[in-house]
């Protein structure tokens, strides 16, 4: 059974990081590309960063380039989001998800096979 557990989230002030991790199990982590992807209250779910499995191919949002880093430990099956510089409409539920069929990341998060149950990120003004 794959399971993908999301931690790190929090209350930060503008301008401040926060570092997500999604912890996986149950299939061959090294062989997936891994994404993260978000959900604003009123707002349909946005892809945020995603990098393959040998950490060469990454693809990030426009609206976090320069700002957030996505990064993977195939060791410790495990995927990272740094999010540095947060703004206020960064808020929102972050999710991981899981693509074991695709050879490059993608946006579509009809690829991602996998989710986890989400981490609150609230950035305050």
């Known amino acids: 059974q794959v399971q993908l557990v999301e931690s790190g989230g929090g209350l930060v002030q503008a301008g401040g990081s926060l570092r997500l991790s999604c912890a996986t199990s149950?299939?061959?982590?090294?062989?997936?590309?891994m994404g993260w992807f978000r959900q604003a209250p009123g707002k349909e779910r946005e892809f945020v960063a995603g990098?393959?499995?040998?950490?060469?191919?990454?693809l990030y949002a426009d609206s976090v380039k320069g700002r957030f880093t996505i990064s993977r430990d195939n060791a410790k099956s495990t995927v990272y989001l740094q999010m540095n510089s947060l703004k206020p409409e960064d808020t929102a539920v972050y999710f991981c998800?899981?693509?074991?069929?695709?050879?490059?990341?993608?946006?579509?998060?009809?690829?991602?096979?996998?989710w986890g149950q989400g981490t609150q990120v609230t950035v305050s003004s």
């Open positions: 990098i393959r499995w040998s950490g060469g191919n990454t």
């Open positions: 149950g299939r061959t982590f090294r062989t997936s590309i």
């Open positions: 998800a899981a693509d074991w069929g695709s050879a490059l990341v993608s946006a579509d998060q009809s690829y991602y096979d996998y």
